[in-house]
């Protein structure tokens, strides 16, 4: 098979960790005979020393043209202490996700059996989750009207949605539920929100031509506990861009770190897909980020937008075996790791590599 892949590494441990995820693309296309050709491009911070745009043009030409995008992150502390910057990094990934369409974001939880005592949930608790969420990701508040008014002391943003854009992402949550154990879990805040009774009316419509999925209706507030209560309970999850937000970053401390989880963002276009994790100031330039998440990333490209399912396994499977072997980036260490088997960075990609 042949593909251009564009890598973006962005900011911070962004750059360090899409490094280690393009090397296990390299291979993959090696050890299963595929071309795969590269090409880079700016966003965020870098982009704006560079060229003072967040995604300048040709960034974003050269992702309409490629066949998938390999993300890092965006962001610096800069902005982050300084919020009346006018122009800012997260803008270019916002940007990135309206132009490209990017309409789906699949953040699959799924957690290593090695990495149970990772997690500040209890073992008999967590063993056996599995759960797919689906975050709504070009509308809400994120991209609804905002303003400061009454001389800058009252402000308000505005969460609003369409029901072709609900619509969109139902069937595509209730397409993977099909294909999974036939549960779907549908989040809004319906008994407050007009959107979300917008929401809702909307996945009932859409519900009709899946008579086999089963359907729950939870709010937000219910499902941020029993996310922490009954994980297993999930398989299927669909919700807006906000409420997603929240939830999808609870749910990383099932996977015990934010760099273990990967997601896909997808629409009709090109594909995105990054680690859930952003630019990590604390740690970035130490070369000690874990880059599961970005190889985990490279193996949604795979399978999502390649249809390399067996390419895809293999990653995963090499993550899983390098996991069993005791290898441990600091993130998911804990007492119990002997320190020759904490790693950083670009051993932690090694160890994966060679068992590709
Ligand atoms: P963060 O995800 O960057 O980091 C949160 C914590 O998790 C930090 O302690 C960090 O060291 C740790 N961590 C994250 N990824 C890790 C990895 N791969 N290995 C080991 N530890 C890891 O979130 P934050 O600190 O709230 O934000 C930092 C910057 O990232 C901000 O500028 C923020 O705006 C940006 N951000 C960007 C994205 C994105 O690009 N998609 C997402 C979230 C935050």
């Known amino acids: 098979m042949k593909k251009n892949i564009l890598i973006v590494p962005g900011d911070g441990i962004g750059q360090e960790v899409t490094a280690v995820g393009k090397k296990v693309l390299d291979k993959i296309a090696a050890k299963f005979n595929h071309q795969f050709n590269y090409d880079e491009a700016l966003i965020g911070h870098v982009a704006i020393?560079?060229?003072?745009?967040?995604?300048?043009?040709?960034?974003?030409?050269?992702?309409?043209?490629?066949?998938?995008?390999?993300?890092?992150?965006?962001?610096?502390?800069?902005?982050?202490?300084?919020?009346?910057?006018?122009?800012?990094?997260?803008?270019?990934?916002?940007?990135?996700?309206?132009?490209?369409?990017?309409y789906a974001n699949l953040r699959p939880i799924k957690l290593f059996d090695e990495l149970l005592s990772a997690s500040s949930i209890k073992p008999e608790i967590l063993k056996g989750a599995d759960i797919l969420f689906f975050r709504e990701l070009t509308g809400d508040v994120y991209f609804g009207k905002r303003e400061r008014i009454d001389g800058g002391n009252t402000a308000y943003d505005t969460m609003i949605y369409s029901k072709f854009e609900v619509e969109r992402i139902a069937r595509r949550a209730f397409d993977a539920a099909m294909t999974r154990g036939k549960k779907l879990m549908s989040v809004d805040k319906a008994n407050v929100l007009e959107s979300s009774r917008l929401w809702r009316e909307t996945i009932l419509e859409v519900a009709k031509d899946y008579p086999e999925?089963?359907?729950?209706?939870?709010?937000?507030?219910?499902?941020?506990?029993?996310?922490?209560?009954?994980?297993?309970?999930?398989?299927?999850?669909?919700?807006?861009?906000?409420?997603?937000?929240?939830?999808?970053?609870?749910?990383?401390?099932?996977?015990?770190?934010?760099?273990?989880?990967?997601?896909?963002?997808?629409?009709?276009?090109?594909?995105?897909?990054?680690?859930?994790?952003?630019?990590?100031?604390?740690?970035?330039?130490?070369?000690?980020?874990?880059?599961?998440?970005?190889?985990?990333?490279?193996?949604?490209?795979?399978?999502?937008?390649?249809?390399l399912k067996e390419e895809s396994n293999a990653v995963i499977n090499a993550v899983d075996a390098v996991l069993k072997a005791g290898f441990r980036t600091r993130d998911i260490a804990d007492a119990t790791t002997p320190a020759d088997k904490i790693l950083g960075t670009t051993a932690m990609g090694e160890e994966v590599l060679s068992r590709l």
Request: avoid cysteine; aromatic fraction near 4%; hydrophobic fraction near 40%.
């Open 49 to 102: 020393e560079a060229t003072g745009n967040p995604l300048p043009d040709e960034s974003l030409e050269k992702m309409k043209k490629s066949d998938a995008v390999l993300f890092g992150a965006v962001g610096h502390p800069k902005y982050d202490n300084d919020p009346s910057a006018k122009v800012r990094p997260e803008q270019g990934l916002l940007k990135m996700r309206k132009e490209l369409g990017l």
């Open 213 to 307: 999925v089963e359907l729950e209706h939870q709010f937000v507030d219910a499902a941020a506990m029993i996310l922490i209560k009954d994980p297993k309970r999930f398989d299927v999850v669909v919700t807006g861009n906000l409420f997603g937000d929240i939830l999808t970053d609870e749910a990383s401390q099932i996977a015990g770190s934010m760099g273990m989880l990967a997601s896909a963002s997808i629409g009709d276009g090109t594909g995105v897909y990054e680690p859930i994790h952003g630019s990590a100031h604390d740690i970035t330039g130490k070369g000690v980020a874990n880059p599961l998440a970005s190889i985990l990333s490279a193996a949604l490209l795979l399978d999502i937008s390649f249809g």
